[in-house]
C-alpha cells in the first residue's frame, strides 16, 4: 500500500495508524540507541570504563528498531524488490512473482514468531545474567516485531492474491462483447 493513497476500509485506516506508530517508535528509539553507544564509546575512551547494561539495553532496544522497524517498511511497501528484472516480464508473471514473494514473507515471518515463542518458552526460567528478568523476554522485541510483520505480510499477501485473480477475471473476458469466455 503507498502512503500516497487514503486508505479505503477501517482495516487499511489501522494498519496506516499502526504504520505510523511503529515509524515514530522506531525513530524514537534509534535516536536512543545512538546516543546509548555513542555514551558507551566516550566512556571507554575517556575513563576506560565500559557498562554491560548499557550495551545490553543497546542491544535489545536496537532489536525492537531493526523488528518492528521493518513492519512500516512492509506497509509502504518499500522493502526490497529486484524491480529491474521483474518489469521485464508480463504483467501476469509480475503477479504470480509478487503473489510468491508474500508467501514467502508470510512464511519467514511465521517461523521467525514461532521461532521466538519457542524461545521465550525455552528460556522463560532462565534468569538473566544482568536483568532482574528471565533470559526469555529478550527474544520478545523479536517475537512482537514478527507478529506485527506477519499480519502486514498477511494483508500484502490477500492484496497480492486478489491482483492475480483479478488478473485472471479479466483475461476471460472478451474485448468486443464483454461477455466472458469458457476457460
Not at 526490497?80 to 516480464?89: D, E, G, I
Request: with cysteine.
Amino acid at each position: 500500500m503507498s502512503s500516497e493513497r487514503e486508505p479505503r476500509t477501517r482495516l487499511d485506516s489501522l494498519f496506516k495508524t499502526l504504520s505510523n506508530v511503529i515509524l515514530g517508535l522506531s525513530v524514537f528509539l534509534f535516536v536512543l540507541v545512538v546516543v546509548m553507544n555513542g555514551w558507551e564509546a566516550a566512556a571507554r575512551f575517556f575513563f576506560s570504563a565500559s557498562s554491560i547494561y548499557t550495551v545490553e539495553i543497546s542491544l535489545v532496544l536496537a532489536s525492537v528498531v531493526y523488528f518492528v522497524g521493518y513492519a512500516h517498511l512492509l506497509h509502504e511497501d518499500e522493502d526490497v524488490r529486484m524491480a529491474y528484472f521483474v518489469r521485464k516480464l508480463s504483467l501476469r508473471n509480475q503477479r504470480l512473482i509478487d503473489a510468491f514473494n508474500e508467501l514467502a514473507t508470510v512464511v519467514f515471518f511465521g517461523v521467525l514468531a514461532y521461532g521466538c515463542w519457542g524461545y521465550l518458552t525455552l528460556t522463560s526460567g532462565i534468569p538473566h545474567v544482568l536483568f532482574p528478568f528471565h533470559q526469555g523476554y529478550v527474544a520478545l522485541p523479536a517475537m512482537v516485531g514478527a507478529v506485527i510483520c506477519l499480519l502486514m505480510s498477511l494483508k500484502r499477501l490477500s492484496a497480492a492474491a486478489l491482483k492475480l485473480f483479478e488478473d485472471r477475471a479479466k483475461a476471460n473476458v472478451h474485448p468486443a462483447s464483454g461477455l466472458r469466455s469458457e476457460p
